[in-house]
């Protein structure tokens, strides 16, 4: 148990070492070059054409993975910190855009597929496990929370009685509209449309459009006339 305390104290003073000298490097071809060159060395994973621009924190490099072609822009924080087990995979060619947000907790996998595209100040958040498909886009504001306070016990503070961890998939081919919110347990299916401002509480089916709080799918886009489902 102290060895590995000792190791990751270690991992961490390196991770910051190198993190700390390069991440305000301000980016120019230099910046956006070397950035990737050296965190090859820290990262469970770091592709090839990565562009990091300055300011981006990472914690915990050896839980994070990325792919090839992936831009990640400034004020971006990816923590896979909490457990050996945490793991943040990002797919080939994903752009992350600035001031977002993607966190685990404990014992925790957020994977984001192949040419997906997340908006400024996005949050996505375990502890439970998060799976975001491929060619995805997902609005600026939005919030995907794989976790929900249990508060069953009135006589006990609802930050003592712990979290539910069911975990959520966001299937290939979503677009989820400005500012919405995405709750634990919750799978969206292939192809669907979530309209912005919509909390998502249940599942919704493949090519759907929903909408609403919480969000209902009004109707499908299967065919060429949308057709409505029934109230």
Not at 46 to 71: A, D, K, P
Not at 149 to 156: E, Y
Request: contains cysteine; proline residues 5%; charged residues 20%.
């Amino acid at each position: 148990m102290k060895n590995q305390q000792y190791s990751l104290k270690m991992q961490r003073i390196r991770e910051l070492f190198v993190t700390t000298l390069l991440s305000d490097i301000p980016t120019i071809a230099l910046g956006a070059k070397l950035r990737p060159l050296v965190y090859r060395s820290i990262f469970a994973q770091m592709g090839s054409q990565v562009f990091i621009q300055n300011g981006v924190e990472f914690i915990n490099t050896n839980g994070i993975e990325i792919g090839n072609g992936v831009y990640i822009f400034k004020g971006v924080r990816l923590d896979a910190k909490g457990h050996p087990n945490n793991r943040i995979h990002i797919g080939n060619q994903v752009a992350i855009e600035r001031n977002v947000n993607i966190g685990c907790l404990e014992d925790t996998c957020i994977y984001i597929d192949e040419n997906s595209f997340i908006a400024p100040d996005v949050c996505i958040a375990g502890p439970g496990d998060i799976k975001i498909g491929k060619h995805c886009m997902i609005a600026a504001h939005s919030g995907i929370y794989a976790n929900n306070h249990i508060f069953s016990d009135p006589h006990s503070p609802i930050r003592s009685q712990g979290v539910t961890r069911k975990g959520i998939v966001i299937e290939d081919d979503c677009w989820l509209g400005h500012g919405v919110t995405v709750l634990d347990g919750v799978t969206i299916g292939q192809g669907s449309v979530i309209g912005a401002g919509a909390v998502v509480t249940k599942d919704i089916p493949p090519f759907s459009v929903a909408v609403g709080t919480p969000a209902k799918a009004i109707r499908s886009r299967i065919v060429k006339d949308l057709v409505k489902y029934p109230d």
